[in-house]
């Protein structure tokens, strides 16, 4: 069965700390993955693809398939990353994403 | 910067009332989604649409839900009569091409709250 899982509801970290939200999936084939980010009212969007091995605000993902994850990680937390973050899995075909049950970062001064 | 728009914000219904939730896409967009996300759970896909007819839909999406993009523009949901359990954030999302790794761009959401 196609999967995502974040274990974690809530991440709540000081200002300058490092920050990993976990993310596992499960998918048959080859998987392509995202991180979306939802800040406080605001739309969901795209943070990160897994494709990219880009950086972004900070963030970087690395596709692990040995132990098929896809962990969300940033060296120095500042207060603007306080957000909703979800990890998503295309499925191929039409481009349906499966997302995972999101992590909420909060991020103290 | 263009971006997915969906009206109305929040609509209240009673059970059994049909409702219509419309978006308007990114406009050189092709392809069209609709997601939901009941409260305190996952954000779960119900339907993808691309040159006028489905292309995917969920074990969600059943005969009480249809899609349809009446003018080139518009994107509408509807459910024909609601249920409680419809009470949810639904998301519209577009997208310039159907490549996997194409990025979905997400509406603020419409908020239906069924009595």
């Known amino acids: 069965a196609q999967r995502v899982t974040q274990p974690e509801k809530l991440l709540s970290v000081f200002k300058g700390a490092p920050v990993e939200l976990k993310c596992n999936y499960s998918?048959?084939?080859?998987?392509?993955l995202f991180w979306y980010v939802q800040y406080s009212r605001q739309r969901l969007q795209l943070l990160l693809r897994h494709i990219s091995r880009e950086s972004i605000k900070g963030f970087t993902a690395d596709l692990n398939k040995g132990e098929t994850s896809f962990h969300l990680k940033k060296p120095f937390a500042q207060e603007e990353d306080s957000a909703m973050y979800y990890c998503?899995?295309?499925?191929?075909?039409?481009?349906?994403?499966?997302f995972g049950a999101g992590t909420r970062l909060a991020v103290h001064p | 910067e263009p971006e997915v728009t969906q009206t109305p914000s929040h609509q209240v219904t009673q059970m059994g009332q049909e409702v219509i939730l419309r978006c308007v896409p990114i406009?050189?967009?092709?392809?069209f989604y609709w997601y939901r996300q009941i409260l305190g759970q996952k954000v779960e896909f119900l339907v993808s649409f691309y040159n006028n007819e489905i292309s995917e839909k969920s074990e969600i999406f059943d005969d009480q839900f249809s899609v349809e993009r009446p003018d080139g523009s518009n994107f509408t949901l509807k459910i024909r009569s609601t249920k409680l359990e419809d009470s949810a954030m639904y998301f519209c999302a577009s997208s310039d091409w159907g490549g996997s790794y194409n990025e979905q761009f997400f509406g603020p959401g419409t908020r239906l709250t069924v009595l």
């Open positions: 998503a899995l295309h499925s191929g075909g039409y481009n349906k994403l499966i």
């Open positions: 406009s050189n967009h092709l392809y």
């Open positions: 998918y048959s084939g080859s998987p392509e």
